[in-house]
């Protein structure tokens, strides 16, 4: 089993920054991507920002030039610095990973728990 396990989120005010931080645990073989993706109430599940190996992480067009995602490898961590936040980042931010538990094993979607970011006005 794979745990992904989120923290760094809060209550900011408009303007301000925070960062996001996930700790990919358990039976890790390799990690192929690892990503951010968030839910305000009433509002299905969005990307918000991926990181593949071997590739350039991906952005909703919504935080371009605001959010930067990052990844340790050897930490199997990934980090969200979320910059110029607006009220409309408030949400549930959720990590994803695409892990492999093995050398014959296909990858696995795993989510973590969730971490709550509140951007007041």
């Known amino acids: 089993q794979v745990q992904l396990v989120e923290s760094g989120g809060g209550l900011v005010q408009a303007g301000g920054s925070l960062r996001l931080s996930c700790v990919a645990s358990?039976?890790?073989?390799?990690?192929?991507?690892m990503g951010w993706y968030r839910q305000a109430p009433g509002k299905q599940r969005e990307l918000v920002a991926v990181?593949?190996?071997?590739?350039?992480?991906d952005y909703a067009d919504s935080v371009k030039g605001r959010f930067t995602i990052s990844r340790d490898n050897a930490k199997n961590t990934v980090y969200l610095q979320m910059n110029s936040l607006k009220p409309e980042d408030t949400a549930v931010y959720y990590c994803n990973a695409l892990v492999s538990s093995g050398v014959v094993s296909g990858y696995r979607g795993y989510w973590g728990q969730g971490t709550q970011v509140t951007v007041s006005s």
């Open positions: 990181t593949k190996s071997g590739g350039s992480p």
């Open positions: 358990g039976k890790i073989f390799s990690i192929n991507a």
